[in-house]
Each structure stands twice: as C-alpha cells, then as structure tokens.
C-alpha cells in the first residue's frame, strides 16, 4: 500500500520565520504534488516534481524531490500570513488511471 | 469564470434521506473525480470517470451512485445517508495527460452534515 506521510501535522510560526514541512513514503513514486488547501476553498495545485533531486522555486517556497523520489519537502522563506493553510502532499498511484494518493496535509498558521 | 463549480456548497439533511451533489467543470477536460475529506482533513479518491466511462471505483458504500451525463458533468448521488456521511466532498477535473504532469482542478466543496 502507498502511503504518504506528512510532518509536522500542525505548525504555527510568528510572521518572517521560516519553515519546512515533509512529505515521506517508503514507496517510489513516478512524481509528487504539492497543494494549498484555503478554508472552504479546494486544494489548488502548487507544484509538481518528477525527476529525483529536482528543486523548484515558486517565490518563497522551495519544493525538494528525493534523490530516490520517495519524499518531498517544501521550505518556505520569511513566511506571511497569506501563507496560512492546509499544505497537502499527492502523488500518482502505481496501478495508474491518474488515481492521486494524498497525505493528511500539514495545517499551517502564520500570525503576523 | 469558474472552472470547476459545485452545488451546493452546504447541505444539511437527515439520517435516511437521498441528496445530490452536482459538478461542472468548464476546462474541456476528460476527466472527472469525486473526493471525500474527512473532519481530519484527509482527502480520498471516490470515482473517477473519463469520457463518461467509469475508471476509478474506490472500496465507497453502494448507497453512493456517481453519474456522468456529459464530459463537463458528474453528479454525485447519495441514498440512506448516514452520520459518517458527514464531510466535505469535491469535485475534480483533468486532462488525462501523462501521470507525472497531469494537473487536478479542484471545485470549492460541498461541505455535508447529517443530522
């Protein structure tokens, strides 16, 4: 069974911290997601990494594949209250059909 | 312009009753999904369908009933709700490209509570 395990589950940092979550699994995956989930709001996709050791920036986040693409982190800089959100990792199920597998998300609260 | 649209966005109903939830999406994609996301936040695939087909069919109760109209349409149909029905469904859409690329688009939510 693919499992992804997301850690920490909650995180609350003053505004201009700096933070990373996690994302880990002991099964390879062919690519990770990650996604900001807004309070009554859908996931909305943030990024995607395929190759192992890919880093992708998007402003302040970071997004880091492992070297053998059975985990993920994502490093945020100097974080802002619009960063407040539920940070959810995916990634694709073996058995195809585009089945996303998701990881219980890390809950996250920057207080300005 | 809303991609991914639901309706409703709350819903409050009894033990015993049968709902349903409607979904459009307006991207031409192929592929449509149903999501359930329990007070814990955990999301889970339901169903998937492409071109209508049905191609995902999670171990979900049978008193949950998707049907695919059209490609831009999946309703989610649900008899004898139960309490443990009570969470928030979304809706999904995509292209059905390569795996490693293919984006979901996610509607706002239908947020169910079963009294």
């Known amino acids: 069974t693919q499992l992804l395990e997301q850690s920490p589950q909650f995180l609350s940092i003053q505004e201009g911290e700096n933070l990373t979550v996690y994302c880990n699994s002991s099964?390879?995956?062919?690519?990770l997601q990650w996604y900001r989930q807004e309070p009554g709001e859908g996931p909305v996709l943030l990024v995607t990494?395929?190759?192992?050791?890919e880093v992708k920036k998007l402003k302040r986040l970071t997004f880091q594949f492992g070297d053998a693409r059975k985990d993920s982190s994502l490093h945020i800089t100097a974080a802002q209250p619009g960063d407040t959100g539920l940070y959810l990792c995916a990634g694709p199920h073996s058995g195809g059909y585009n089945k996303l597998i998701f990881g219980a998300g890390t809950r996250l609260a920057v207080h300005p | 312009d809303t991609a991914v649209s639901q309706t409703p966005k709350y819903l409050v109903t009894q033990m015993g009753n049968d709902k349903s939830i409607k979904c459009e999406q307006n991207?031409?994609?192929?592929?449509m999904y149903w999501y359930k996301q329990d007070s814990k936040k955990f999301l889970k695939i339901m169903f998937s369908?492409?071109?209508?087909?049905?191609?995902i069919n999670e171990t979900v109760p049978n008193r949950f009933s998707p049907k695919s109209p059209d490609k831009a349409h999946l309703n989610l149909h649900i008899n004898s709700l139960e309490l443990g029905d009570s969470a928030v469904y979304f809706c999904?859409?995509?292209?059905?490209?390569?795996?490693?690329?293919?984006?979901?688009?996610f509607g706002p939510g239908t947020r169910l509570t079963v009294l």
């Open positions: 999904a859409s995509s292209l059905w490209e390569e795996v490693s690329t293919d984006t979901q688009y």
């Open positions: 990494v395929v190759t192992g050791g």
């Open positions: 369908y492409n071109n209508k087909e049905l191609i």
């Open positions: 099964s390879v995956f062919s690519s």
């Open positions: 991207l031409g994609h192929d592929t």
